[in-house]
């Protein structure tokens, strides 16, 4: 495997992490909730990730592109919340 794909496969994932625990953590209201809908939907593809790999353990032979697709999708996600909390805020002033 390639050092630049290796790193994207792991770097992406620890940078969604990252981010969607501080924004648990740091965000309030509806900010919240729309991070919460990240973190269960990243929730909801583990849960059936054990299931079906429990049942045929070939059944997700390209996990890590998986997991990289889920964390870039979960990274625009916050990304698009986090823009949205830049605009209201700015409206607020």
Avoid: C
Avoid at 56 to 77: I, K, Q, R
């Amino acid at each position: 495997m390639d050092l630049a794909v290796g790193g994207l496969l792991v770097g992406v994932p620890l940078l969604y992490l990252t981010v969607q625990i501080g924004a648990l953590i740091r965000w309030d209201g509806l900010s919240n909730t729309l991070a919460k809908v990240s973190a269960g939907v990243a929730l909801g593809w583990l849960i059936l990730f054990v299931v079906q790999v429990s049942g045929d353990p070939t059944s997700h032979n390209l996990w890590p592109f998986e997991v990289l697709m889920l964390s870039l999708g979960g990274l625009a996600w916050l990304g698009l919340v986090g823009f949205g909390r830049w605009i209201s805020s700015r409206a607020e002033r």
